[in-house]
């Protein structure tokens, strides 16, 4: 019971600190919803709990893809739990999330292989649908001569981040060596800097089980795209709630926005997110969607109000679900005979 009570503890101090670090969002927000149209806000309200029953969906149908039964809501229990690391456990990769998929496979005795290439799926097949979305939005924002210097700098990172999953990709496709080899590159440059800065350069072994991982992730979107396409359609699904979520929040305010500024307002504010370097982007995604909707003529004020009030939806409401999640699974986690 102490590795539990441990976890819980670990829970409650990731919390309060994410809390410190918001604490000026959440009063602004809630004036910021007081000003808007009520019925705007319940629907995006039901956007979100919306988003967070497809976001259990769409592990559920990964799980499925690499052959392991998942219940509905174990799934949308550790969804979340695993969306909430994520969001409160700084420059995680995302992998942080994957500490609750693994008790939980090996309490119900799977193949935990699988289940990091389940985890995986997600966060890859995520990646690139993201992707496409981005893409679209720019093409509408150029068309309209609506994209900045540092629209441009920010889409330029997340490129080379795109081409090096692409790459991988590719390597896949070739060998499991390859992928081994790509996946020892980033370790490979740091010792290469620090023997050029003359320091000392640690000795480290060379596993290859976290590329064997990836590699298998990889193989099962090359090998069969059919049994990964459902997974595909929800990773799609939950980028569409983000649009339609800020498109209501425009409406709430008054506003009659086209589906241009919720789409491009969106990418903006994902880019940047992930581009950042504080839990859950805080600042940075603020400041992705105000540069986005600044270009359509709408004032410094509505922007304020807007921005703040989706990101009441975007991130408390997750942060919450998450929150109870976590606590949730760290409890149902079989206790382990020392």
């Known amino acids: 019971m102490a590795w539990r009570r441990a976890g819980l503890a670990v829970v409650a101090v990731m919390a309060a600190a994410f809390l410190f670090l918001n604490r000026s969002q959440l009063p602004h927000a809630w004036a910021a919803a007081s000003q808007a149209d009520r019925r705007f806000l319940a629907a995006a309200a039901l956007v979100g709990v919306a988003y967070l029953l497809n976001y259990g969906a769409m592990y559920r149908r ?31 990769g995302g992998m942080a999330g994957l500490g609750v998929f693994l008790p939980e496979a090996a309490a119900r005795q799977q193949d935990r292989g699988r289940a990091i290439s389940a985890y995986l799926l997600v966060a890859l097949l995520g990646h690139f649908v993201f992707a496409f ?52 590159r980033p370790g490979a440059v740091r ?7 003359g320091q000392e350069v640690p000795a480290r072994s060379a596993p290859s089980e976290a590329a064997d991982e990836l590699y298998e992730a990889l193989r ?74 600044r270009p359509f003529g709408y004032s410094a004020i509505e922007i304020a109000l807007v921005v ?19 606590r949730g699974a760290l409890r149902s986690q079989p206790v382990q005979s020392p």
């Open 62 to 92: 990964a799980y499925r893809a690499v052959g392991l039964t998942l219940p509905f809501w174990t799934a949308f229990r550790l969804a979340n739990a695993a969306h909430f690391l994520n969001m409160t456990i700084v420059n995680s």
């Open 133 to 184: 979305v981005l893409a679209g939005a720019l093409a509408v924002a150029a068309s309209d001569g609506n994209v900045g210097k540092v629209e441009v700098i920010a889409t330029s990172i997340f490129a080379a981040y795109t081409l090096f999953s692409a790459v991988l990709l590719f390597a896949a496709a070739r060998s499991r060596s390859a992928v081994r080899w790509l996946h020892r």
């Open 191 to 197: 010792d290469w800097t620090l023997a050029r800065l």
């Open 220 to 293: 099962l979107m090359l090998s069969k795209p059919l049994s990964v396409a459902p997974t595909a359609f929800h990773a799609l699904v939950a980028e569409a709630a983000g649009i339609l979520s800020l498109w209501l929040c425009l409406r709430a305010f008054g506003l009659h926005p086209s589906v241009e500024e919720p789409l491009v307002g969106y990418s903006m504010g994902v880019l940047f997110s992930i581009v950042g370097f504080l839990p859950a982007g805080v600042g940075f995604a603020e400041a992705g969607i105000a540069v986005a909707l």
């Open 308 to 326: 703040i009030t989706y990101r009441l939806f975007e991130v408390w409401i997750p942060f919450v679900a998450g929150a109870i999640s976590l």
